[in-house]
């Protein structure tokens, strides 16, 4: 069935028509060309679809558009303006925290909810927040140095 | 080391702002006007003949352009149904059978991928099952039934050219090795260990699955975006399927994600090519998550291994190692020869036999995995070189560095050893975890052990690598390679090799993605030989253009040109900087006009010395090797079987590292993707039939993993025809780890796994079945 939705993406709002089936994944990627936001697995596992809901991340690819009507949604291109970067974007490059990067921006926007959630994690808590963020290329302690950086640009 | 100006500096990544802010172009990103999406019905059998397929209500579904069955394809004039690197044995889609539960039998192309997937849903085919060949020791055997009548060489690759077509058997490809008369020393040993080793299949799980998009442009030419990590063999394999000239295709690679030798050789791109020749439309193919997984494999290997002792010294070891290449053979010839003669190890040993052989099973076919299959062999030779050493009472570092090899011994091939470091990183290993001083105890119920591990894998020769340097006038470089940047930093390697051979800032240099049209032939991107391969050849190429801009400033400063340098992007006399000019200058004194380039061209093509097809004897086997050493600490938990990693030190011998932090890098994310795979990864099948084929159920290293203390150490052994000196180091921290890892578990608790993964279970198992026996003793 169709159905009209409105949401807020990337501080946009915009007021359009769904199929029902629609995949938040899909909208993001094929209505709004938001390429960040990459199907890694189908089933809410990987995290490479991760966007923050109203702040949370979500695995788009795990919930319906019609779900996120009347919502805000940042994903990777709402972070930055593509010159400039984040500060946690600009921790990821100095860490190294990167190689293929396909797991990139759903680590980033994980990292964001993360240290606005809880400024000062512990690595424990760092490791319990990422873990359904996966890195096959399996940087992690990169990953790890590069939140403790973010921490440090955010709270300067 | 010598004076580098950006060699051996850890620069940053040249691809980190886009791949950062999301902007990087992926194949799944390429959008076309009627561009069309497929779905793929598959076998749910393991070995069928197809009998009947019924696809005329699926023709009718609005925005369905074609359904098509392997059948059609045969028919395609000019077109060779079969498709692979090393036996033409894989369908593009199933003819008369099918081999393996997930085999693609009837691909729909449609306006969208939800149109395709309910038009497959109308798709009837019949099939009548065959026996299936699901064991890979039982398909080994005469009796088995076959999952191939016959097996038709690719001839596709040099160092495949000595594989034979085959028939009446699934053992597609066998490797032998001899050496001096393991007979003998069996007979007059005091002690012979026998042991058998299995690692299980696993999937590479590249977080972008495979994606392939094919058009033809306004000349009608075959255009390909494939996520693949051999560009120039797509296209030969295009080629060869369709009967198409070489030019007529173009294809090109833009950033992978990930890819860890999943996307090697062809996978999807004969299927989608098949079905942009019929639609005459863009199609665009992107495997689902559950689809991956029934694509390509890690080679489930059983190696029963046996090692002769006399006087307290080895004296001969025979290594037998079975291959489960799955239904179709991929590039299994090839891991079966090149890992196949590690088997032994990086060890002194007289007397050597080996046997590895490539068998077909119904199951999904089984390729490439970072480590090429040496992780395989060395979790067996290094587990029982471990179980040997604390059985005869040996130290096991000590006994490990009294055979490994050193600099110009004969491996067992015969090959002398060069740039072999293997000593080097076992020592810095045991060095970091304190091997000899005992792990602490720490609880009754939490036991502490260490291990380590050492082995070698040898690079893929002969291969072969191509590239030009174009040199711009205003001193920039624009370098063509069809090296795949995947992650691994390829494009960073040879930014800066590049920039300290022209002597210009590294931003100067960009480097070419992989377009067939303008890039030279490349093998292969991995396998750990794109630093040597392609850094020798893009350092030679620019070192052509270096020739002629300083023939031409020589000329014209009467200088000998041989007395010119460049360096601060300037050419300048060697040790009289102030006598030189800009490169911009330099190129108007050659052509005295703007805008104008100079290109040099040069391929790294190394040979090897082919090996006796009896004895795998050779003068040269390899161009080089690159030794890798685990050493962890480890704590068991008794109760729970749970396996805690202490300490994990990752060593690699790297030869000079252009980048030592990307080194690393490639050291600690391999290992750590070999833990998982040591302790919980799997493909579990039932009757042929993948029961975990998806991310809620198979699980991979996640943050979770990540050890407590972790550190990757470099050991720098320089290789004399390396570029600067380097080797590879994609591979080499896979290489030791569930070795070091089992060998620390026996360490705490007196228990020996043989068997991958090393899951809380089978601890538990061998934990109770080790006080079953202490208490009848």
Same mark, same amino acid.
């Given at each position: 069935?169709?159905?009209?939705?409105?949401?807020?993406?990337?501080? +946009?709002?915009?007021?359009?028509?769904?199929?029902?089936?629609?995949?938040?994944?899909?909208?993001?990627?094929?209505?709004?060309?938001?390429?960040?936001?990459?199907?890694?697995?189908?089933?809410?596992?990987?995290?490479?679809?991760?966007?923050?809901?109203?702040?949370?991340? *979500?695995?788009?690819?795990?919930?319906?558009?019609?779900?996120?009507?009347?919502?805000?949604?940042?994903?990777?291109?709402?972070?930055?303006?593509?010159?400039?970067?984040?500060?946690?974007?600009?921790?990821?490059?100095?860490?190294?925290?990167?190689?293929?990067?396909?797991?990139?921006?759903?680590?980033?926007?994980? *990292?964001?909810?993360?240290?606005?959630?809880?400024?000062?994690?512990?690595?424990?808590?760092? +490791?319990?927040?990422?873990?359904?963020?996966?890195?096959?290329?399996?940087?992690?302690?990169?990953?790890?140095?590069? *939140?403790?950086?973010?921490?440090?640009?955010?709270?300067? | 080391?010598?004076?580098?100006?950006?060699?051996?500096?850890?620069?940053?990544?040249?691809?980190?702002?886009?791949?950062?802010?999301?902007?990087?172009?992926?194949?799944?990103?390429? =959008?076309?006007?009627?561009?069309?999406?497929?779905?793929?019905?598959?076998?749910?059998?393991?070995?069928?003949?197809?009998?009947?397929?019924?696809?005329?209500?699926?023709?009718?579904?609005?925005?369905?352009?074609?359904?098509?069955?392997?059948?059609?394809?045969?028919?395609?004039?000019?077109?060779?149904?079969?498709?692979?690197?090393?036996?033409?044995?894989?369908?593009?889609?199933?003819?008369?059978?099918?081999?393996?539960?997930?085999?693609?039998?009837?691909?729909?192309?449609?306006?969208?991928?939800?149109?395709?997937?309910?038009?497959?849903?109308?798709?009837?085919?019949?099939?009548?099952?065959?026996?299936?060949?699901?064991?890979?020791?039982?398909?080994?055997?005469?009796?088995?039934?076959?999952?191939?009548?016959?097996?038709?060489?690719?001839?596709?690759?040099?160092?495949?050219?000595?594989?034979?077509?085959?028939?009446?058997?699934?053992?597609?490809?066998?490797?032998?090795?001899?050496?001096?008369?393991?007979?003998?020393?069996?007979?007059?040993?005091?002690?012979?260990?026998?042991?058998?080793?299995?690692?299980?299949?696993?999937?590479?799980?590249?977080?972008?699955?495979?994606?392939?998009?094919?058009?033809?442009?306004?000349?009608?030419?075959?255009?390909?975006?494939?996520?693949?990590?051999?560009?120039?063999? /797509?296209?030969?394999?295009?080629?060869?399927?369709?009967?198409?000239?070489?030019?007529?295709?173009?294809?090109?690679?833009?950033?992978?994600?990930?890819?860890?030798?999943?996307?090697?050789?062809?996978?999807?791109?004969?299927?989608?090519?098949?079905?942009?020749?019929?639609?005459?439309?863009?199609?665009?193919?992107?495997?689902?998550?559950?689809?991956?997984?029934?694509?390509?494999?890690?080679?489930?290997?059983?190696?029963?291994?046996?090692?002769?002792?006399?006087?307290?010294?080895?004296?001969?070891?025979?290594?037998?190692?079975?291959?489960?290449?799955?239904?179709?053979?991929?590039?299994?010839?090839?891991?079966?020869?090149?890992?196949?003669?590690?088997?032994?190890?990086?060890?002194?040993?007289?007397?050597?036999?080996?046997?590895?052989?490539?068998?077909?099973?119904?199951?999904?076919?089984?390729?490439?995995?970072?480590?090429?299959?040496?992780?395989? /062999?060395?979790?067996?030779?290094?587990?029982?070189?471990?179980?040997?050493?604390?059985?005869?009472?040996?130290?096991?570092?000590?006994?490990?560095?009294?055979?490994?090899?050193?600099?110009?011994?004969?491996?067992?091939?015969?090959?002398?050893?060069?740039?072999?470091?293997?000593?080097?990183?076992?020592?810095?290993?045991?060095?970091?975890?304190?091997?000899?001083?005992?792990?602490?105890?720490?609880?009754?119920?939490?036991?502490?052990?260490?291990?380590?591990?050492?082995?070698?894998?040898?690079?893929?020769?002969?291969?072969?690598?191509?590239?030009?340097?174009?040199?711009?006038?205003?001193?920039?470089?624009?370098?063509?390679?069809?090296?795949?940047?995947?992650?691994?930093?390829?494009?960073?390697?040879?930014?800066?090799?590049?920039?300290?051979?022209?002597?210009?800032?590294?931003?100067?240099?960009?480097?070419?993605?992989?377009?067939?049209?303008?890039?030279?032939?490349?093998?292969?991107?991995?396998?750990?030989?794109?630093?040597?391969?392609?850094?020798?050849?893009?350092?030679?190429?620019?070192?052509?253009?270096?020739?002629?801009?300083?023939?031409?400033?020589?000329?014209?400063?009467? /200088?000998?040109?041989?007395?010119?340098?460049?360096?601060?992007?300037?050419?300048?006399?060697?040790?009289?900087?102030?006598?030189?000019?800009?490169?911009?200058?330099?190129?108007?004194?050659?052509?005295?006009?703007?805008?104008?380039?100079?290109?040099?061209?040069?391929?790294?093509?190394?040979?090897?010395?082919?090996?006796?097809?009896?004895?795998?004897?050779?003068?040269?086997?390899?161009?080089?090797?690159?030794?890798?050493?685990?050493?962890?600490?480890?704590?068991?938990?008794?109760?729970?079987?749970?396996?805690?990693?202490?300490?994990?030190?990752?060593?690699?011998?790297?030869?000079?590292?252009?980048?030592?932090?990307?080194?690393?890098?490639?050291?600690?994310?391999?290992?750590?993707?070999?833990?998982?795979?040591?302790?919980?990864?799997?493909?579990?099948?039932?009757?042929?039939?993948?029961?975990?084929?998806?991310?809620?159920?198979?699980?991979?290293?996640?943050?979770?993993?990540?050890?407590?203390?972790?550190?990757?150490?470099?050991?720098? /052994?320089?290789?004399?025809?390396?570029?600067?000196?380097?080797?590879?180091?994609? =591979?080499?921290?896979?290489?030791?780890?569930?070795?070091?890892?089992?060998?620390?578990?026996?360490?705490?608790?007196?228990?020996?796994?043989?068997?991958?993964?090393?899951?809380?279970?089978?601890?538990?198992?061998?934990?109770?079945?080790?006080?079953?026996?202490?208490?009848?003793?």
């Amino acid at each position: 069935m169709k159905r009209d939705i409105t949401l807020k993406i990337n501080q +946009r709002v915009e007021s359009f028509t769904i199929d029902d089936a629609d995949t938040l994944l899909e909208v993001l990627r094929e209505r709004f060309k938001f390429w960040s936001v990459r199907e890694g697995c189908g089933v809410g596992a990987c995290g490479t679809c991760t966007v923050l809901l109203d702040g949370k991340p *979500v695995s788009s690819c795990f919930v319906l558009a019609a779900r996120a009507d009347g919502h805000e949604i940042l994903t990777l291109e709402g972070l930055s303006d593509g010159e400039s970067l984040h500060p946690i974007q600009q921790a990821w490059v100095e860490e190294r925290a990167l190689q293929c990067a396909y797991c990139t921006p759903g680590f980033v926007l994980s *990292v964001k909810a993360l240290l606005e959630e809880n400024p000062n994690p512990s690595d424990d808590e760092v +490791r319990e927040y990422l873990v359904g963020n996966l890195c096959r290329c399996a940087g992690y302690a990169d990953i790890l140095r590069a *939140v403790r950086a973010a921490q440090v640009k955010l709270s300067a | 080391m010598a004076n580098f100006s950006v060699v051996g500096q850890s620069v940053f990544r040249k691809d980190a702002h886009q791949k950062v802010t999301g902007q990087v172009l992926h194949v799944g990103n390429i =959008e076309m006007p009627g561009m069309l999406h497929v779905a793929v019905l598959r076998s749910p059998y393991a070995h069928a003949r197809i009998t009947r397929i019924e696809k005329s209500r699926a023709e009718k579904v609005a925005g369905v352009a074609v359904v098509l069955t392997g059948a059609e394809v045969a028919k395609m004039p000019g077109v060779d149904p079969h498709f692979g690197p090393a036996f033409r044995d894989q369908p593009i889609l199933c003819v008369e059978k099918v081999c393996y539960v997930g085999d693609p039998v009837v691909a729909v192309a449609a306006v969208d991928r939800r149109t395709a997937e309910d038009a497959l849903q109308l798709v009837e085919v019949d099939y009548e099952p065959l026996p299936a060949v699901l064991d890979v020791l039982a398909a080994a055997k005469p009796e088995s039934p076959l999952v191939h009548q016959q097996h038709r060489p690719a001839k596709a690759f040099a160092d495949l050219a000595h594989v034979k077509a085959g028939q009446k058997s699934n053992i597609c490809y066998q490797f032998k090795l001899r050496l001096g008369d393991v007979d003998k020393a069996f007979a007059e040993a005091d002690r012979v260990f026998e042991d058998t080793f299995s690692s299980p299949p696993a999937q590479h799980m590249p977080l972008e699955p495979h994606v392939t998009l094919v058009y033809l442009d306004e000349a009608q030419r075959i255009n390909i975006w494939t996520a693949s990590q051999t560009p120039s063999y /797509v296209r030969t394999e295009i080629s060869n399927t369709f009967g198409v000239p070489m030019n007529r295709i173009r294809v090109r690679i833009p950033y992978l994600g990930g890819g860890y030798g999943a996307k090697l050789y062809a996978k999807l791109e004969p299927l989608v090519t098949a079905l942009a020749l019929i639609t005459k439309k863009p199609v665009r193919y992107a495997l689902t998550r559950e689809e991956e997984f029934l694509t390509i494999t890690k080679h489930k290997v059983i190696a029963k291994i046996r090692t002769s002792i006399k006087n307290g010294e080895i004296t001969g070891r025979k290594c037998e190692v079975y291959w489960d290449t799955g239904a179709y053979a991929e590039i299994g010839p090839r891991i079966v020869h090149k890992s196949g003669y590690t088997s032994a190890g990086p060890y002194r040993i007289p007397n050597v036999w080996i046997d590895s052989y490539c068998i077909y099973t119904n199951r999904v076919p089984a390729g490439a995995f970072r480590g090429f299959g040496v992780p395989q /062999v060395i979790w067996a030779y290094d587990s029982q070189t471990d179980m040997i050493a604390r059985a005869i009472g040996a130290d096991p570092l000590e006994f490990r560095m009294r055979y490994a090899l050193n600099e110009g011994e004969a491996f067992a091939t015969g090959t002398p050893v060069k740039s072999f470091g293997v000593k080097q990183a076992l020592q810095e290993a045991a060095d970091a975890v304190e091997f000899s001083k005992p792990s602490e105890k720490h609880s009754s119920t939490k036991l502490r052990g260490k291990g380590v591990a050492c082995g070698v894998k040898a690079v893929l020769t002969p291969s072969i690598s191509g590239a030009i340097v174009m040199m711009n006038a205003d001193g920039t470089v624009n370098v063509l390679s069809s090296t795949v940047e995947m992650g691994q930093g390829s494009e960073t390697m040879m930014g800066q090799i590049v920039a300290e051979e022209l002597g210009v800032s590294f931003d100067k240099v960009h480097i070419v993605q992989p377009d067939t049209d303008i890039t030279p032939y490349d093998t292969i991107t991995a396998g750990s030989r794109s630093t040597y391969h392609m850094g020798n050849a893009v350092r030679m190429a620019a070192g052509k253009v270096k020739t002629v801009l300083c023939e031409a400033v020589g000329k014209k400063l009467e /200088v000998d040109p041989d007395d010119l340098e460049m360096q601060n992007n300037r050419v300048q006399v060697r040790g009289n900087e102030e006598r030189g000019m800009s490169i911009g200058d330099a190129f108007l004194v050659k052509f005295g006009s703007a805008g104008t380039t100079i290109t040099g061209e040069a391929i790294c093509q190394p040979e090897a010395a082919p090996m006796d097809p009896e004895t795998g004897q050779s003068e040269k086997c390899t161009e080089f090797w690159f030794p890798s050493a685990t050493s962890v600490e480890v704590e068991v938990d008794t109760e729970t079987g749970k396996i805690r990693l202490l300490q994990f030190y990752s060593v690699g011998d790297t030869g000079t590292a252009i980048n030592p932090r990307h080194c690393e890098q490639q050291l600690l994310g391999s290992a750590i993707t070999h833990l998982g795979l040591t302790l919980f990864e799997e493909m579990i099948f039932d009757e042929g039939q993948l029961v975990n084929g998806s991310l809620l159920d198979y699980q991979v290293a996640s943050f979770k993993d990540l050890p407590d203390l972790f550190r990757p150490i470099i050991v720098q /052994v320089p290789h004399e025809t390396g570029p600067f000196g380097a080797k590879g180091v994609g =591979e080499t921290g896979t290489l030791t780890v569930s070795a070091a890892i089992a060998n620390a578990i026996h360490d705490a608790t007196g228990v020996r796994i043989r068997d991958l993964p090393i899951t809380p279970e089978r601890v538990l198992r061998a934990l109770a079945e080790k006080s079953q026996a202490a208490k009848q003793d």
